[in-house]
């Protein structure tokens, strides 16, 4: 059954600016973040390895989005990550956190600086603790694409994230990424784990902030 409406063109009305208000689950994550002792394991020509990372994140809220009548409330993020050994980028990430406030759908986009991007989905409540996002290669709605080099010596067949929320100020992922590497039988679980503290709120997105300052301004 067609959960879309027939208007496709119709965008809502009386739409909230206050993003950080509307973010549902979300909501906890604006704000910066750290972590000194974050796990990666990965494919390596001998074996796999397990490197512990330093991780920084940012999430700032965007403005309301609209797709005609669907309406996204959400937060741009970007993610930079090095190592103790070396003080130079051992990965780095940038895309979107959505909520839909009327369906429940979670959306994670990501891109990464060597040919790769992808939209994982999920489902949750306004205020669940546990959110799990997945991506499928293949899939047209919630895939995964990649350069040429990269299907042929380490396709990516699944994504997934779960994210666990401690409070307000401390939150853990779990991701693990389904590869097959060239000339291997077997598939590999690329695996990555990390808690993460903040060290700075969230600020309101511009459209808010432009409200806010013309309301502070009016006599």
């Known amino acids: 059954m067609n959960p879309f409406p027939h208007d496709i063109f119709t965008e809502p ?24 002792k974050g796990i990666d394991i990965n494919p390596k020509a001998d074996a796999p390895e397990r ?63 060597r040919g790769q991007v992808a939209l994982a989905s999920g489902k949750a409540g306004a205020d669940d603790d546990k959110l799990t996002l997945t991506a499928t290669r293949g899939e047209t709605q919630y895939g995964i694409c990649s350069t040429a080099f990269l299907e042929y010596g380490f396709r990516t067949d699944s994504y997934s994230i779960d994210i666990e929320f401690d409070g307000d100020d401390a939150w853990s992922y779990d991701i693990r990424t389904m590869l097959l590497v060239h000339g291997r039988p077997d598939p590999f679980e690329h695996h990555d784990q990390n808690r993460l503290k903040r060290v700075a709120a969230g600020r309101p997105n511009p459209l808010k902030q432009i409200l806010d300052r013309r309301a502070a301004a009016s006599p």
């Open 13 to 36: 009305s009386g739409v909230d600016p206050d993003t950080l208000a509307n973010l549902g689950p979300l909501r906890r994550l604006a704000g910066r973040w750290e972590a000194h």
């Open 51 to 113: 490197r512990e990372f330093i991780e920084r994140i940012a999430f700032d809220a965007i403005d309301p989005q609209t797709n005609g009548p669907q309406l996204l409330y959400g937060l741009r993020y970007h993610i930079h990550i090095t190592t103790k050994e070396e003080d130079i980028t051992f990965h780095e990430q940038v895309g979107y956190w959505l909520w839909e406030p009327a369906t429940g759908l979670v959306l994670q986009t990501l891109a990464i600086p």
